[in-house]
Nanobody
């Protein structure tokens, strides 16, 4: 059974940092791009960041560029999201995803695999 399990969410003050991790099990994801989406209360799920299977290509939403950094470790089947300079508008449930498509075509629809999400709350 394939599973993506997120960890690292929590409550942090504005300007602070958090590091999210996603552990994949049940298969190897070395041929899948991996990444993150988020969904704030009352809003649609949106793309945050993704990284290619080799780690050589990354893509970020404009709203997080320069503040968030995505990385992966194929040996450990994990992907991480370092979030710095957090803002209250970053508050959301963050979902890990994996898909065989190019990071440039990632949308909330059609991902091969999803995690169940981890809550990030940024207080002002």
């Amino acid at each position: 059974q394939v599973q993506l399990v997120e960890s690292g969410g929590g409550l942090v003050q504005a300007g602070g940092s958090l590091r999210l991790s996603c552990a994949a099990s049940g298969r190897t994801f070395s041929s899948h791009a991996m990444g993150w989406f988020r969904q704030a209360p009352g809003k649609e799920r949106e793309f945050v960041a993704a990284i290619s299977w080799s780690g050589s290509i990354t893509r970020y939403a404009d709203s997080v560029k320069g503040r968030f950094t995505i990385s992966r470790d194929n040996a450990k089947n994990t992907v991480s999201l370092q979030m710095n300079s957090l803002k209250p508008e970053d508050t959301a449930v963050y979902y890990c995803a994996a898909d065989r498509s190019s990071v440039w075509s990632w949308t909330p629809n059609g991902m091969d695999y999803w995690g169940k999400g981890t809550l990030v709350t940024v207080s002002s």
